[in-house]
C-alpha cells in the first residue's frame, strides 16, 4: 500500500513539473528556471549563456555522481580549449541548495573554471524534459546547443568530449 505522505510529495513534484512546462511553453525557446550561480549565488537562467554565437556545451551533474566526478576534468579542458574560439561549458548542479557545500566543494576538487548553477533536482529535471522531450534518465547528463541557441543533442551518461568536437565539427557548417 502507498503511504500518504508519498501520494502527497508524488502530487506536488507533478504540480512544479506542470507549473514549469506552462511556464516555458509559450517560448520559442524554453525558458531555463532561476538557479543560483554556484560563484556569486546570483540568480540566473541558462539563457544568459545561450545563443551568444558559440555552442554551449550543458553538463548536468551531481556531487556524490561517480561518473560525473571522471567527467569534469575533461570537461574544464574542452572548455579551456574552446571557450575563446567555438564553445564554452556551462555546468547545472541537481544537488540543491540543502547540497550546497558539496556542490561547491565539487567544483573546486575538480578545478572547474566553467559556470556552474544550481538548482533543485525537480527544477533541473523539469528543464531537462521540456528542453528535450525525453525523461530524466540521470546524472551526467548533456545538451549541446548551436551557437543560435537552439538544442542540437542531448546525451545522457558518459561522453567522451572528442565525439562533441566531432560533432560541433559536422555541424559548424549549418549554423
Known amino acids: 500500500?502507498?503511504?500518504?505522505?508519498?501520494?502527497?510529495?508524488?502530487?506536488?513534484?507533478?504540480?512544479?513539473?506542470?507549473?514549469?512546462?506552462?511556464?516555458?511553453?509559450?517560448?520559442?525557446?524554453?525558458?531555463?528556471?532561476?538557479?543560483?550561480?554556484?560563484?556569486?549565488?546570483?540568480?540566473?537562467?541558462?539563457?544568459?549563456?545561450?545563443?551568444?554565437?558559440?555552442?554551449?556545451?550543458?553538463?548536468?551533474?551531481?556531487?556524490?555522481?561517480?561518473?560525473?566526478?571522471?567527467?569534469?576534468?575533461?570537461?574544464?579542458?574542452?572548455?579551456?580549449?574552446?571557450?575563446?574560439?567555438?564553445?564554452?561549458?556551462?555546468?547545472?548542479?541537481?544537488?540543491?541548495?540543502?547540497?550546497?557545500?558539496?556542490a561547491g566543494a565539487f567544483v573546486a576538487q575538480h578545478g572547474l573554471g566553467f559556470a556552474n548553477l544550481i538548482g533543485e533536482p525537480e527544477a533541473v529535471t523539469a528543464y531537462y524534459q521540456i528542453v528535450t522531450g525525453s525523461p530524466w534518465i540521470g546524472t551526467p547528463s548533456f545538451l549541446v546547443f548551436g551557437p543560435d541557441g537552439e538544442l542540437m543533442a542531448k546525451q545522457e551518461g558518459a561522453v567522451p568530449t572528442d565525439l562533441i568536437e566531432d560533432f560541433i565539427a559536422a555541424n559548424s557548417d549549418n549554423q
Not at 15 to 22: E, T, Y
Not at 46 to 55: I, Q, V
Not at 63 to 68: A, G, R
Not at 70 to 88: L, P, T
Request: contains cysteine; proline residues 4%.
Open 1 to 102: 500500500m502507498v503511504s500518504p505522505t508519498f501520494l502527497i510529495m508524488f502530487q506536488v513534484k507533478r504540480l512544479i513539473g506542470l507549473a514549469l512546462l506552462l511556464a516555458v511553453s509559450s517560448s520559442a525557446w524554453p525558458a531555463s528556471p532561476m538557479f543560483d550561480n554556484l560563484d556569486t549565488g546570483v540568480p540566473e537562467t541558462l539563457e544568459n549563456y545561450r545563443g551568444d554565437g558559440k555552442w554551449l556545451v550543458v553538463m548536468i551533474w551531481a556531487s556524490d555522481c561517480e561518473i560525473c566526478k571522471r567527467e569534469a576534468g575533461s570537461y574544464q579542458q574542452f572548455h579551456e580549449d574552446h571557450k575563446a574560439v567555438d564553445a564554452k561549458v556551462v555546468g547545472i548542479t541537481l544537488d540543491g541548495l540543502a547540497k550546497r557545500e558539496d
